[in-house]
C-alpha cells in the first residue's frame, strides 16, 4: 500500500512527454537541466516526499529521468519574481563566464531569499567552474542543511572530494546520493571504481 503514490506518479510521468536524456559532464551534477518539464495547464502537480518515493522505486533510466526533472523544477521555484528575474541574469552570466557577476547577484538572491536551496546550488556551481573548491563545499553544505536529499549537491560534493584525492568521503558522498536517487547517471559506475580503490576488490 505504501508504494501506491509513486506507481501512479510513475504512470502518469510515462504519460507525459519524455524529456531527451542528456550526457552528462561531472559539473552537471550541481546544476538542474536546462531543460526542464514547465507546468502546463491541466498538468498534475506532485509535492517533493511523493516524487522522492517514486524515485527510488523507478524501472529505468529514462522514468528515473524524468522524476529527477520534475524534482529539479520544484527546486529552482523561486515563487519570487525578483528572485526569478536575478536568476536568468546568474545563468546569463555564467554562460558568459562571468563568474564574478554570477557571484554577486547570487548573493543578492541569497539576501532576499535565504531558504531558496537553488540559490545556494547555484552558487555552489559557480564557485567550483571557478576552481574555488573551498567556498562550494560550503554552499553544498547550505544545501543539504535545507534539503538532505539534495542528489546533485552530493553527487557534486562527490566530484569534488574525489578531485582533492579524498576517495573515502567521495565514495560516502556518492553512495548517499545513490540512496536517494539509484539510477543517478554515471554515479554507480563511479561508485564502483572508488569501492574498489578504497575498499579493495570482493574475494
Known amino acids: ?48 516526499d511523493t516524487l522522492f518515493g517514486a524515485l527510488k522505486i523507478a524501472p529505468d533510466q529514462a522514468s528515473a529521468k524524468a522524476i529527477e526533472d520534475r524534482i529539479w523544477s520544484a527546486w529552482v521555484a523561486s515563487d519570487s519574481d525578483t528572485c526569478t528575474l536575478l536568476m536568468s ?11 564574478d557577476l554570477a557571484i554577486k547577484l547570487l548573493d543578492a538572491v541569497i539576501a532576499l531569499k535565504p531558504d531558496y536551496v537553488e540559490a545556494w546550488n ?37 566530484m569534488m572530494l574525489q578531485e582533492l584525492g579524498d576517495d573515502k568521503d567521495a565514495l560516502d558522498a556518492y553512495r548517499k546520493a545513490l540512496a536517494i536517487d539509484p539510477r543517478l547517471e554515471g554515479v554507480p559506475d563511479t561508485v564502483k571504481t572508488l569501492r574498489e580503490k578504497v575498499e579493495g576488490r570482493d574475494i
Open 122 to 158: 547555484r552558487r555552489a556551481t559557480v564557485y567550483y567552474l571557478k576552481q574555488d573548491y573551498a567556498h562550494s563545499i560550503a554552499d553544498i553544505g547550505e544545501v543539504l542543511a535545507r534539503e538532505p536529499r539534495h542528489f546533485g549537491a552530493l553527487s557534486g560534493l562527490g
Open 1 to 48: 500500500m505504501t508504494l501506491r503514490f509513486p506507481v501512479l506518479i510513475l504512470v502518469a510521468l510515462f504519460a507525459a512527454p519524455a524529456v531527451a536524456l542528456a550526457q552528462q559532464g561531472p559539473q552537471d551534477w550541481l546544476s538542474p537541466p536546462s531543460d526542464l518539464p514547465g507546468g502546463e495547464h491541466g498538468e498534475p502537480t506532485y509535492n517533493l
Open 89 to 99: 541574469r546568474v545563468r546569463a552570466a555564467s554562460d558568459d563566464k562571468d563568474y
